[in-house]
């Protein structure tokens, strides 16, 4: 049957930051919906904000298109532009190599809910306020390249 169960989908909230980008994650709760389904030519996820989490640190991927859609509550996406918020029925588009980096972040009382579309991992992730990259997909390391 194609709809989803979400209870039957485990929720986490992994990352693989480096201990000291991890934090403001820490909240964030997702379920890897495309996985889950069988989807193989994008990611889908069903992410929870808990108050004062952010979706991920400030980012924008070179070769991956990414899109949100808001289900419930607030957040706040941060950008190159500024600041917008995000509510209910709100979308957002991120194409690929634009150079917009691009943050949701929780600042309310209450949670919120969205489904964010893209293929993880597919390539270059540029992390513009802080010390950190990722190459064509692999593991975290500093901009030039060395180790966490």
Not at 88 to 108: I, Y
Request: hydrophobic share 35%; glycine share 12%; net charge negative.
């Amino acid at each position: 049957m194609p709809k989803l169960d979400l209870d039957a989908i485990p929720q986490t909230n992994r990352t693989g930051y480096p201990p000291h980008y991890a934090d403001v994650v820490q909240g964030r709760w997702y379920r890897r919906l495309g996985l889950a389904s069988g989807l193989t030519d994008y990611g889908v996820s069903h992410v929870v904000l808990k108050p004062g989490a952010w979706s991920s640190q400030r980012h924008w991927h070179a070769g991956e298109d990414e899109f949100v859609v808001m289900i419930s509550g607030e957040a706040v996406l941060v950008d190159d532009d500024g600041e917008h918020p995000m509510r209910p029925g709100d979308c957002a588009a991120f194409p690929k190599g634009d150079g917009n980096g691009h943050v949701l972040q929780n600042r309310s009382d209450a949670e919120c809910v969205f489904i964010a579309v893209g293929r993880p991992n597919a390539s270059d992730c540029h992390y513009p306020d802080i010390d950190m990259f990722i190459a064509d997909g692999g593991g975290f390391t500093r901009k030039d390249g060395s180790a966490f």
